[in-house]
Every structure is written in structure tokens, then in C-alpha cells.
């Protein structure tokens, strides 16, 4: 069974500019995550979609934005880049059953210049 | 807002040598997870706790859920080299729908 897989690996931009980042669930797993881990601060929760719709999202600017698709995988965008946003962004896929867990993909890491 | 505070944020431990990682909050959590993290990786879930003073081992490594389901400890005993990782507690943030992570602690273990 294939993982969550998340792309690009790396991306570099510049500040201003706007980034896009994948992320493919795991096959039957409706509800996608978006976190962000900046060095010292953790995971910060972003983005949670499920079923195509936003369901929650975390104390980040309208800047940050995302959708999913009808086969559940995921894009988030990130406009107006600061400096600040260079991170490693992370996409969990869960099934939403019972106490749930989450699997993550490995990341996209994204650096602004 | 409900946050989980993880302790100790480092530790350097030699081979062969027992630790605990704590996890707390002043919230009630219906469920709380650990998971390890390797350099350049997503975190890999480890173990999922619900029950009140549960208690749960994966090999040398034991999960305990207080009884107030407010916290939890990580137990590793006879640490390996290969144990070494960023251990994150995560507690599920209910209606929210997400879950909550401490800040998480970095633990390497010298051969």
C-alpha cells in the first residue's frame, strides 16, 4: 500500500512569490492535514480538509490556502511569501475512524530567499 | 486553547541507559499519540493511547495515559543508538478535528 506522498521534495523562492505543494492520501482515507514545522515551534497545525471541504483551519494568515480534490489529494498555497514561511510543511492522511492516527508524508521543504 | 507541554526539549543519553519523556496538559484528551521523528521524515506513529491509565509496550518502549487522560510518559529501556529520533506527543483536539503536538523531544543516544 502505497504511503502519503508529497511533492516537490524541496522548493526554493523568492520572497513575494507564491508556492504550491501536493499531497496524495493514502487510498481510502478521506480526511487530509496540513502542518507546518518551523526550527523550535513544533507542528503547527494549518489546514484540515475532509470530503472536499474545509473543515478547520489553524491561526495562520488568509495568505495560506488550499483545496482538495474529488480523489482526495491535496494542494496548499502559500501567497505573498515571506521569509518567515521557510519550513518543512507536512501532509497527514487519516481515515477519520474511531482514535484516529495520523500517517505523514515526508515533506515538502520550502525555503524563501 | 489546548496545548501539550513535552519534557525534557534534549536529551543525550549514552547506550544502555533507561528514559522517560513526559507529555502535559491542563486539558482532557479522549486520546493521545506518540509518534518518532527522523531527519528529512514525516513522523511515524508509534502508539495510540484512550483508556485512562492505560498502559502500552512496544518492545523496550512503554506508553502510559494518566489516569485524568491529561498526560502521558514515554518509558524506554536499555536506549539504542537507533532510538535516537524527535519523540512528539499528540492529543486529539475533539471537535477541532485535528491534533494538538507538543513542541516535541529530541533524544540522541551515543553508542
Known amino acids: 500500500e502505497a504511503g502519503v506522498t508529497q511533492s516537490p521534495t524541496h522548493l526554493i523562492k523568492t520572497r513575494g512569490q507564491q508556492a504550491t505543494l501536493r499531497c496524495s492520501p493514502i487510498s481510502g482515507h478521506t480526511s487530509v492535514y496540513w502542518y507546518q514545522q518551523a526550527l523550535g515551534l513544533g507542528l503547527q497545525f494549518l489546514l484540515w480538509y475532509d470530503e472536499g471541504e474545509e473543515r478547520n483551519r489553524g491561526n495562520f494568515p488568509p495568505r495560506f490556502s488550499g483545496r482538495q480534490f474529488p480523489n482526495y489529494s491535496s494542494e496548499l498555497n502559500v501567497n505573498a511569501l515571506e521569509l518567515e514561511d521557510s519550513a518543512l510543511y507536512l501532509c497527514?492522511?487519516?481515515?477519520?475512524?474511531?482514535?484516529?492516527?495520523?500517517?505523514f508524508g515526508s515533506g515538502t521543504r520550502l525555503t524563501v530567499v | 486553547t489546548q496545548l501539550l507541554e513535552q519534557s525534557p526539549q534534549f536529551l543525550s543519553i549514552q547506550e544502555g541507559e533507561n528514559l522517560t519523556v513526559y507529555c502535559n496538559s491542563s486539558s482532557v484528551f479522549s486520546s493521545l499519540q506518540w509518534y518518532r521523528q527522523e531527519p528529512g521524515e514525516g513522523p511515524v506513529l508509534l502508539v495510540t493511547v484512550v483508556t485512562g491509565g492505560e498502559v502500552k509496550k512496544l518492545k523496550r518502549l512503554t506508553f502510559q495515559f494518566g489516569d485524568a487522560r491529561k498526560d502521558s510518559s514515554l518509558h524506554i529501556t536499555a536506549a539504542q543508538p537507533g532510538d535516537t529520533g524527535l519523540y512528539l506527543c499528540a492529543g486529539d483536539g475533539g471537535s477541532q478535528g485535528n491534533l494538538i503536538f507538543g513542541k516535541g523531544t529530541k533524544l540522541s543516544v551515543k553508542p
Open positions: 497527514a492522511s487519516s481515515s477519520r475512524r474511531g482514535p484516529f492516527g495520523y500517517t
